[in-house]
């Protein structure tokens, strides 16, 4: 069995689950709603305050299935009750990040600001060289903060560019001058 998949899903007081028919989940908690259909050979149940997922039969395909249906109950139960964040980290000489409403405009070395419009449901905030995302969505929000990083990565010389907070960047070691 998948270690993973056979470990009930705890449900926090003040969050309800909904399982309706073809495996559509709606999960509703103090920070807001999730939906999402999962895979229909997947048996989802709710029993009391726990989830628990089983599966069929022992093919390779349910096999994986399994435990990423487990998986992906629980990022939402998560994401309702504390939420997501992802942080960046901006750096180099003149690269800013700045915050007006839902606009992030990054200044990164190009001939023009970079704008970037906040999606619908995740928030983005800016603290010094630090950009913070936050959202209930785990895939959005690592969805998001890869797209900014992707702005700008950083480069292994002077680590320059935009990197997530708990990135180790590899550095090289630049050219050496002639003797």
């Given amino acids: 069995m998948s270690r993973i998949g056979r470990m009930p899903i705890a449900v926090p007081a003040g969050v309800t689950v909904d399982i309706a028919e073809n495996n559509h989940v709606t999960v509703k908690g103090p920070k807001g709603t999730l939906e999402r259909t999962l895979p229909a050979e997947m048996e989802i149940k709710l029993e009391e305050s726990q989830i628990l997922v089983s599966r069929p039969n022992d093919l390779k395909k349910m096999k994986s299935l399994h435990g990423l249906t487990r998986t992906l ?4 139960v998560v994401g309702v009750t504390d939420g997501y964040t992802k942080e960046l980290e901006v750096n180099g000489v003149g690269y800013r ?5 839902k606009k992030l405009t990054l200044n990164l070395g190009y001939s023009h600001p970079v704008e970037m419009t906040d999606p619908e449901g995740l928030e983005s905030t800016v603290e010094g060289n630090k950009i913070i995302v936050k959202g209930i969505d785990k895939e959005k929000v690592g969805q998001y903060a890869a797209e900014i990083r992707d702005k700008r990565r950083p480069e292994p010389y002077k680590g320059k560019g935009i990197k997530y907070a708990d990135e180790v960047i590899r550095r090289k070691v630049g050219k050496t001058g002639k003797k």
């Fill in 97 to 101: 990040a700045a915050k007006s409403g």
């Fill in 73 to 76: 109950i629980n990022n939402m």
